[in-house]
């Protein structure tokens, strides 16, 4: 257990309007991610952050924004939501210790949003 | 690109073996990610290769060939529960190495 927890779990929007997705994390990780997982495309990455206030864009951040201002929270905006972002979405840390060579990624449970 | 490719789908009987393969192109490659992720879950750490070889863990085992781009899961004695999505996932070496590229996934179907 990586110690992930994702707020909210499911949320039901309309078009238009601002939505933000929390990933919280209890262990000090570096580097967080954002993914979306949608059928016949696996997970993608949307954004991640290497550091409080240090985010870089991933292979689908149009119309997603994120913001870190302390190492625990992750959050991730969609400004305007379109049908097109409903999705779910999964945050992850990477467990970047020295006793761990791998960098592997953990996950959250995971947000099931959908955008009416 | 960095594509990935695994099957789509595969199916297989309760207490065989099957074989679940992930190709990759070779290009700035470090090491493969397995996932398990079982319907409406999270996806769940399997394994790791960096290495050529077998890597096994219980039922489970997982296979690399650096010079072929190519990897198998391999799962022995299916159980019902082993139904499930498998993902494969890249992890590139240099500036790419914080990031993993996923495959689709193969969802299998372990069936009495």
């Known amino acids: 257990d990586a110690g992930i927890t994702q707020s909210p779990r499911h949320k039901v929007t309309e078009t238009g309007t601002p939505v933000t997705l929390r990933c919280h994390q209890t262990e000090n990780h570096r580097y967080m991610y954002w993914y979306r997982q949608d059928p016949g495309h696996g997970l993608r990455l949307i954004h991640y952050?290497?550091?409080?206030?240090?985010?870089d864009k991933g292979e689908v951040s149009d119309g997603y924004s994120v913001s870190r201002s302390k190492t625990e929270d992750f959050l991730l905006t969609l400004e305007s939501a379109t049908s097109s972002q409903t999705s779910v979405y999964f945050c992850?840390?990477?467990?970047?210790?020295?006793?761990?060579?791998?960098?592997?990624?953990?996950f959250g449970p995971g947000t099931r949003l959908t955008v009416l | 690109g960095q594509n990935i490719d695994q099957p789509t789908e595969m199916t297989a009987t309760e207490g065989a073996i099957v074989q679940i393969n992930c190709t990759y192109q070779?290009?700035?490659?470090?090491?493969l990610f397995w996932y398990q992720q079982h319907a409406g879950e999270a996806p769940t750490f399997l394994s790791y290769?960096?290495?050529?070889g077998l890597e096994e863990k219980g039922r489970f085992s997982s296979f690399l060939s650096r010079s072929k781009g190519y990897s198998y899961l391999l799962l022995k004695e299916l159980q019902m529960k082993d139904s499930a999505s498998y993902l494969c996932a890249r992890k590139d070496s240099g500036a790419g190495s914080y990031q993993l590229t996923f495959g689709k996934g193969t969802k299998l179907s372990v069936i009495p």
């Open positions: 952050s290497y550091g409080v206030k240090d985010t």
């Open positions: 070779t290009s700035g490659f470090n090491g």
């Open positions: 290769n960096v290495l050529d």
């Open positions: 992850a840390i990477r467990d970047g210790l020295a006793k761990s060579h791998t960098d592997t990624q953990y």
